[in-house]
């Protein structure tokens, strides 16, 4: 008996290698897909921006000139300055390096992409451009899309170990991540130089860690560690992945209550949370240079979040809170909540100065609640891709390469009536599912899509898909768990079919 079970186990795992090495070959296809439109993807102006930026790279770390960089609330403000503050470092910093790594120099953009002119002024816009020096090199704009790409690329993979953990089903993991790979405002984004590759490689590590701490029984506070690391790695891609970040903490402080844990588990798992929660901004605070005016921060907060995890092993926990009192109170004295406040300060600027020059120029942007609703329904329902923001984009070079790419066999789904119904379908399937059954991992999937869709119409005016680009992760994942609803149905009527015939 012995032997049959031990063939038969040999036998599951060479099928498993067998699953796991076409997975491999079936990421290595998706990888190959996404990176061959890099070079006909449309041009925009953040990307000159972003290259622009991967120069701090060379001011911080072979130079050594942080303070060129660093945000000061008392001095003057630096050139980029506001750029530096409302995005993240992780992307410009990785091309710097790559630049660094290959020997390229990246000085070819002599500054970034100049916005000053009238809607109706993108051609000269684009001449003044392109006469300044603006426009990156082909080589340099091809190596920094390479690095969001591949970023992009690699995400697929943890969404798909997520999808496949929280659906158990192989299936339905594959159909998420297909049509998030191929929906056309995502590959459009992530083959740009622009930050939503690496924003969603870090923001779906997170998604994974969560799946794993909602599906294994015990958890061990390394795993909250790791959770406060991709966190703050995801913070430092790009700050706009916050409300996805909310959704996902939520879920995870309210494990222990559905699973109806004893008080202890409870208030544990609230302590490691908090403590996930310092290392994030502990990391985020140590991979943006421009906020290193508050570094100091990093330590103490690292010191406080150790505590935090320590404490259960404690004999004497007086001690120990005592400590995180004193620490505490010396984050408090060292401002930790300022670079906060720089953030939301500089962001706001940012969005009034867009709103600001929409109105000056009577161009749509969401001022109602009822356009913010419907852009945001349309965002999440159709696969159109906006490929610029801005009227001055509307010109002869730029709508040429959007013919040539849209021409191409690699832009995914765009504008497809009958594939964004048969996906509308497929969504509402998997509500259906997840409602009749359920549980915390439903709980995850509905928190994943309403917590961050509340939290963008409410705080983001401006008509920009991109920024709504998030709310294609739990959808994508909702829909795959449609497909294996749909999945059993059809074997259940097949099922059903042969008896009768029998």
């Known amino acids: 008996m012995s032997m049959i079970q031990e063939a038969l186990e040999k036998i599951h795992i060479k099928q498993q290698m067998k699953a796991e090495w076409l997975n491999f ?10 990176l061959s439109g890099v070079s006909i993807v449309p041009f925009h102006g953040d990307e000159a921006t972003f290259i622009w930026l991967s120069r701090d790279y060379d001011t911080v770390i072979r130079r050594g000139l942080v303070k060129d960089i660093m945000f000061e609330p008392d001095g003057d403000a630096k050139d980029g300055q506001n750029t530096r503050m409302t995005t993240g470092s992780i992307f410009p910093f990785s091309v710097g390096l790559l630049c660094d790594i290959v020997n390229m120099n990246n000085d070819a953009v002599v500054n970034r992409w100049d916005w000053v002119y009238p809607p109706d002024e993108g051609d000269r816009m684009w001449s003044e451009n392109i006469r300044n020096g603006n426009l990156p090199n082909t080589t340099l704009l091809l ?6 790409a591949f970023a992009g690329a690699l995400s697929l993979v943890f969404i798909f170990l997520s999808a496949r953990r929280l659906l158990s089903s192989q299936l339905s993991a594959w159909m998420a991540v297909l049509l998030l790979a191929t929906h056309g405002d995502f590959l459009v984004n992530v083959r740009r130089a622009m930050q939503e590759g690496v924003k969603f490689l870090f923001l779906s590590i997170v998604l994974y860690v969560a799946s794993v701490m909602l599906t294994e029984i015990s958890q061990h506070r390394r795993v909250y560690v790791w959770l406060g690391v991709a966190s703050g790695l995801t913070l430092a891609a790009k700050q706009d992945a916050a409300p996805v970040l909310v959704a996902i903490y939520i879920v995870l402080v309210l494990i222990p209550l559905w699973k109806r844990e004893t008080q202890y588990v409870i208030l544990l798992n609230i302590l490691y949370i908090f403590a996930s929660t310092l290392v994030a901004f502990a990391v985020f605070y140590a991979l943006m240079p421009v906020l290193w005016h508050w570094f100091l921060n990093v330590p103490v907060l690292i010191g406080i979040a150790l505590l935090l995890f320590h404490i259960p092993s404690m004999q004497n926990k007086r001690i120990a809170l005592i400590g995180i009192t004193v620490l505490l109170a010396i ?14 300060h500089e962001r706001q600027r940012t969005l009034n100065g867009q709103v600001g020059y929409r109105i000056k120029y009577d161009l749509f942007y969401l001022d109602t609640p009822k356009k913010r609703a419907l852009f945001t329904l ?3 329902f159709r696969s159109s891709v906006m490929y610029m923001e801005s009227p001055r984009f509307d ?3 730029i709508n040429e390469q959007i013919a040539t790419y849209e021409a191409s066999l690699v832009h995914g789904r765009i504008n497809s009536l009958a594939l964004d119904t048969i996906t509308a379908i497929l969504f509402f399937t998997g509500i259906w599912t997840l409602l009749k059954h359920f549980g915390i991992r ?11 869709t509340i939290i963008l119409c409410i705080t983001v005016p401006l008509a920009f898909q991109r920024y709504f680009l998030i709310l294609q992760i739990p959808y994508s994942l909702i829909a795959g768990a449609g497909v294996g609803q749909a999945w059993e149905w059809g074997k259940t009527l097949t099922e059903q079919s042969i008896r009768q015939k029998s």
């Open 25 to 34: 070959f079936l990421f290595f296809l998706l990888a190959l897909f996404i």
């Open 143 to 148: 190596l920094a899309r390479f690095v969001s």
């Open 331 to 344: 984050t408090i004295w060292m401002g930790a909540y300022q670079p906060l406040g720089a953030l939301v």
């Open 378 to 380: 349309k965002s999440l």
């Open 395 to 397: 010109i002869g070079p």
């Open 442 to 452: 439903s709980l995850l999937f509905f928190s994943l899509l309403l917590i961050p």
